[in-house]
């Protein structure tokens, strides 16, 4: 009976973002012809596809370095790197993002510093994200005629982005004082004993918003990483709709990043698809070459995730099994956790 109830707990955990991916994927296909999809994938050029894996070697790399940044200068390359590619892949096989909480747990055993402080590193990073991807739209839309709506949706998203940040910075830099206040409001119990140092090392997480050169040198390299990601999107843009403005690839890649931070099934399937086709339908080209151009995109996305995130999990020792039954049950916890760590 107990695993049965496990099983529609399983079920309903899949179904939110499975049903957000199905109506993503039906929107796609209902507005294109299966001939003109054909005809878009024999226009598609090896060149393309090498130039691809080089931005996304890059990517990955650069991407790295940003959290190495964030973390603090005690972590390697390697370290950042690998718990990056952790990450990224567990994010494209398991249900809501359950790749940030694997990567915090090993790179905050790696190092020392404990899946807390690690997991709020990531929230800083996530934070960063948004708030370039909010940037890019805002600053396309004067270039687009009739988008007027958008603007506000990302005004607001960049403004609630700031007030986060701000007020992770205002509990940073007053760590006693908040957590002074918890002990007061709290009853003196397991759980509190429990809780506290967890909220404490998430405190200590944020200490990067109140170090203005970390902070600053963080934001350097996840503006470096947005520029690759750019690239990126530029060289796609410009091959869908030749000669195709340096703009239009800067306002496509703000509607991926957006789009894909959408709940939905893993590697955000379907709905990667919508939101480059819905971009790039939005600047004038052509629906059934857009979406040939999406799924190659999101298959070479996928295949670099696995390369990198399978070589950080055998360097860990796990085997994906492990992985797949630790982070991917529906009773992720801590003991979950402690379970994986004394198997290693």
């Not at 507005?31 to 994938?41: C, H, R, S, T, Y």
């Not at 939101?275 to 996928?302: D, N």
Request: hydrophobic letters at 55%; aromatic letters at 14%; proline letters at 3%.
């Amino acid at each position: 009976m107990k695993a049965k109830k496990s099983g529609w707990k399983q079920v309903l955990r899949w179904l939110p973002g499975i049903i957000i991916s199905a109506i993503a994927i039906y929107a796609v296909l209902k507005f294109i012809k299966v001939d003109d999809l054909k005809n878009a994938f024999n226009t598609v050029k090896p060149g393309f596809i090498l130039l691809v894996c080089g931005t996304s070697i890059i990517g990955y790399m650069v991407r790295g370095k940003v959290w190495q940044v964030i973390l603090g200068k005690d972590v390697t390359f390697k370290q950042s790197f690998f718990g990056v590619s952790e990450g990224y892949f567990l994010n494209n096989v398991l249900p809501f993002r359950a790749g940030e909480l694997a990567r915090s747990f090993f790179v905050g055993r790696s190092t020392g510093k404990g899946t807390f402080y690690v997991l709020s590193t990531i929230i800083i990073e996530r934070a960063f994200d948004l708030a370039f991807a909010a940037t890019y739209v805002i600053i396309t839309l004067p270039f687009l005629l009739g988008m007027d709506w958008i603007k506000p949706i990302a005004t607001i998203a960049l403004i609630l982005v700031f007030a986060a940040l701000f007020i992770l910075f205002l509990v940073a830099r007053n760590k006693e004082k908040v957590l002074g206040w918890l002990n007061k409001i709290t009853k003196p119990n397991k759980v509190v004993r429990f809780i506290l140092p967890r909220i404490e090392n998430i405190i200590d997480g944020f200490a990067l918003l109140a170090n203005p050169s970390q902070f600053f040198l963080s934001l350097l390299w996840v503006g470096i990483n947005w520029v690759v990601w750019t690239a990126t999107y530029c060289l796609a843009v410009s091959t869908v709709i030749p000669g195709a403005p340096i703009w239009w690839g800067i306002f496509l890649t703000g509607v991926m990043a957006l789009g894909v931070a959408i709940p939905s099934a893993p590697s955000a399937l379907g709905v990667y698809e919508a939101s480059f086709v819905a971009a790039i339908a939005i600047l004038g080209g052509q629906t059934g070459t857009a979406l040939a151009y999406a799924i190659i995109l999101h298959l070479l996305a996928f295949s670099f995730s696995a390369i990198f995130g399978i070589w950080a999990l055998v360097r860990e020792g796990l085997g994906f099994s492990k992985i797949l039954s630790t982070f991917g049950s529906s009773e992720v916890n801590t003991e979950a956790i402690g379970d994986l760590k004394e198997e290693i």
